[in-house]
């Protein structure tokens, strides 16, 4: 009889997609199953009729819109998860419950992202389904920097892990578990835009 030993599988994100090229290409790729779009003030950001496109597109390839957040309203979060069509919400301000009720009844999932710096400062009640912990920066995403992880190493509990991730380190962020780890700015050209090749090259490392 055959004994399968259950391994846990690590999903992976590429945010920041603001090309329908890239939507096309990466959202075709077997192993990234999120894409997150900006639509926070950012170098990345998308606008709602951008972001229709790209959704689109994504969705063609049965993958998963992640609409990335920061200070915007509920409402606005709503009308673009409605008219987009966005799987679920990355928000960077802390989510109450009353916040995370609503967005669950819109049959959204909810990542709350906490910003690291020297310290893992934890509020002492989240909603949400997962915990995103990215490195605090000068932008509230995308700052191509990592935190010390190893705050996280007695951390219990669902999480991603995103900030500075790239084909370089992401053997090492595979260590901690993480249920998702999520990259942006280390696989992105000059001109601000993925490239395939180190989306390729990070996941040839990632599957090693």
Known sequence: ???????????????????????????????????????????????????????????????????????ESLEFILKIAQNVGLDGVQIHRLIDKEMFEILQKNNLF????????????LPKQIYAD???????????????????????????????????IGAHNIQKAKTLNPTLIDVNSKVENTQGLKELAKIEELIKEFQK
């Open 130 to 164: 997962m915990i995103l912990f990215d490195a605090k920066g000068k932008l509230s995403g995308g700052n191509g920097i990592s935190f010390n992880w190893e705050l996280l190493k007695d951390f219990k509990g669902k999480f991603g892990l995103a900030g500075g």
């Open 110 to 121: 909810i990542w709350q992202v906490i910003s690291v710096g020297e310290n893992l400062n």
């Open 1 to 71: 009889m055959n004994i399968l030993k259950h391994i846990k599988m690590i999903k992976l994100k590429i945010c920041g997609i603001k090309d329908e090229e890239n939507a096309k290409e990466i959202s075709a790729l077997y192993t990234v199953e999120f894409l997150g779009l900006i639509f926070a003030k950012s170098i990345r950001q998308v606008s709602e009729k951008t972001a229709q496109k790209l959704a689109a597109l994504i969705h063609q390839n049965h993958k998963k819109v992640v609409g990335v957040f920061v200070d």
